[in-house]
């Protein structure tokens, strides 16, 4: 790979999509840029990329990387439905799942649930604000208890940890990062589309329009004074070699299925990521000490993801021809005696 061109031979513009229409400063629009500098650097084949989303500001951001790619746009909350679809259609495709807190945590909440309990092979960012932003910044449901509206009101609700779920049905794959890190988020976005399973990245985004004031969990100043990192992090793709130098009981090396590693360099308190017990007492405490812990919670490389539970071939559907779908005379008697 040289400066200009990827792996592939690709330059950097070939990562990129239209002009975003997004508010400027909007947090949705660093993890556009983040996640050109990922698929970029990982070489990913545009042709081979499936961008799919539901509706918000934050579902429009496909629109905005790799135009010349697959995408589908569907309704608000139904995101995860098409994502399966596309595994289930052809299992070598990469599927990038675009959405918001309002799209996954509150309408799409169901859908988000039965993608993670199957382990759809995807990478699912959580553009989070706390709001709704297209519909002018009403409090979505992983608003912060006592946090403050742009107006005044105040919000007297629980929240939902997108997070915390994630690791309540067993995610295979939990972090949680802020779209100004791009140090933290792009290896978190390579590591989570090397990983073979759902990989979820609940990403703090700040609303410059509705929830960036006094009184917001959800906004770059309280980011920056209540963040605490677990780890720093390095992503070593399959294809280069580990180079990175870290002094010896200070640094995890995990393995991702495709041979790439991903290094934490322990930062914030101790933290095994393959403890799922660990990271949502890790989360419950830092909730309680009014601090917001990023980084990689959880990691599961073992867990078999919906495609090969289901015996798909590594074949996209279409391509399988009459002979491989037709059952053999045994195969179909055998069938017809289970209706006798
Ligand atoms: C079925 C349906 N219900 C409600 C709406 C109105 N609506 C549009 S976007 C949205 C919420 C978007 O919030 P979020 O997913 O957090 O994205 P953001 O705009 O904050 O990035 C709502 C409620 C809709 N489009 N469709
Ligand atoms: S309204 Fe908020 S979420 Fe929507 S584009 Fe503007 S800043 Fe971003």
């Known amino acids: 790979?040289?400066?200009?061109?990827?792996?592939?031979?690709?330059?950097?513009?070939?990562?990129k999509g239209?002009?975003?229409?997004?508010c400027a400063g909007?947090?949705?629009?660093?993890?556009?840029?983040?996640?050109?500098?990922a698929l970029f650097e990982l070489g990913v084949e545009p042709s081979r990329l499936v961008k799919?989303?539901?509706?918000?500001?934050?579902?429009?951001?496909?629109?905005?990387?790799?135009?010349q790619s697959h995408g589908f746009n569907g309704v608000h909350g139904r995101m995860p439905a098409l994502a399966t679809g596309a595994n289930l259609a052809h299992r070598g495709l990469v599927v990038i799942g675009i959405s918001g807190d309002g799209d996954s945590i509150a309408i799409g909440l169901g859908q988000y649930l039965h993608l993670m309990r199957r382990n759809v092979d995807c990478t699912y960012v959580i553009e989070d604000n706390g709001i709704y932003g297209l519909t002018k910044g009403q409090f979505s449901a992983t608003a912060d208890i006592g946090s403050v509206q742009k107006r005044g009101q105040i919000n007297t609700y629980l929240p939902i940890d997108p997070c915390q779920v994630a690791l309540?049905?067993?995610c295979s794959f939990v972090a949680r990062s802020f779209s100004g890190d791009g140090k933290q988020l792009v290896p978190l976005l390579k590591a989570a589309i090397a990983h073979r399973g759902t990989a979820v990245l609940d990403v703090i985004s700040p609303c410059v329009a509705f929830n960036d004031h006094d009184g917001s969990t959800k906004s770059y100043a309280y980011v920056k004074e209540h963040e605490e990192q677990i780890q720093d992090l390095s992503f070593i793709p399959y294809f280069e070699e580990i180079q990175v130098d870290y002094?010896?009981?200070?640094?995890?090396d995990v393995r991702l299925h495709d041979g790439s590693h991903l290094v934490l360099h322990k930062l914030g308190p101790e933290h095994d990521p393959t403890d799922r017990m660990g990271a949502m007492r890790l989360i419950e405490q830092s909730r309680q000490q009014g601090q917001l812990l990023t980084g990689l919670l959880y990691i599961d490389e073992e867990m078999e993801d919906f495609a090969?539970?289901?015996h798909l071939p590594q074949q996209p559907l279409r391509d399988l021809d009459e002979a491989a779908l037709r059952p053999s005379r045994e195969q179909f008697e055998r069938l017809m005696a289970e209706f006798a």
Do not use: D, Q, W
């Open 18 to 22: 239209a002009a975003s229409t997004l």
């Open 1 to 15: 790979m040289s400066a200009t061109l990827n792996r592939l031979g690709l330059p950097r513009e070939v990562y």
């Open 168 to 170: 309540a049905v067993g």
């Open 247 to 252: 002094e010896p009981g200070t640094t995890a």
């Open 26 to 37: 909007c947090g949705h629009n660093s993890i556009t840029n983040h996640l050109v500098k």
């Open 308 to 310: 090969s539970r289901e």
């Open 52 to 67: 799919m989303s539901g509706i918000g500001c934050s579902s429009k951001t496909p629109a905005y990387f790799v135009s």
